[in-house]
């Protein structure tokens, strides 16, 4: 087959696409768990999620340990439950409500400007760090 030069800019143009949507999307969702855990979570739970942050003293409720939870969830681990709670669609007594935003509402009026996917990718970044957290 021949290609006019039309042609051929619109295989270039393709293949441009085809390489970098990827990149870019991949950067989208690299956020890292332990980094939006340490910026958003720590403070109350912990560093180590032992439920020790610096401000759970001066909590109405205090926050519980999650590197128990999935043994208290008698070895259970439900992400989706997980991320439920993050983002505010199951509530628990410290989110949300006046001490404390809703993830998942916090995160769509971030800096990063919002976008579903980013809100998501946060969660999912958060839900498996606290995965990798749970005590053995
Ligand atoms: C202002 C303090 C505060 C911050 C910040 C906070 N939490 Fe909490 N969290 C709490 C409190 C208090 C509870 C317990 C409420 C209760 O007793 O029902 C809780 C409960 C939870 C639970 C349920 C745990 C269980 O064992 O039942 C999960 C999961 C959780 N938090 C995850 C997170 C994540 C992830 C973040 C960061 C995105 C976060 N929390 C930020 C105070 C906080």
Redesign the pocket.
């Known amino acids: 087959m021949r290609l006019r030069p039309l042609g051929w800019i619109l295989v270039v143009v393709v293949l441009g696409l085809v390489t970098l949507v990827p990149a870019a999307s991949a950067q989208d969702s690299g956020y890292v768990g332990s980094d939006l855990?340490r910026m958003?979570?720590a403070?109350?739970?912990g560093t180590g999620g032992k439920g020790d942050g610096p401000?759970a003293s001066s909590?109405r409720?205090?926050?519980?340990d999650?590197t128990t939870?999935r043994q208290?969830a008698e070895g259970k681990w439900d992400p989706e439950e997980?991320r439920r709670?993050?983002d505010g669609r199951q509530p628990?007594?410290?989110?949300g409500g006046a001490?404390?935003p809703v993830?998942g509402d916090a995160f769509k009026q971030s800096r990063d400007g919002f976008s579903e996917e980013k809100v998501k990718a946060r969660i999912d970044a958060?839900s498996a760090y606290?995965e990798e957290m749970q005590a053995k």
């Open positions: 855990y958003y979570c403070s109350c739970h401000i909590l409720y205090a926050p519980p999650l939870y208290r997980m709670i993050i628990v007594k410290g989110h001490d404390m993830w958060l606290l």
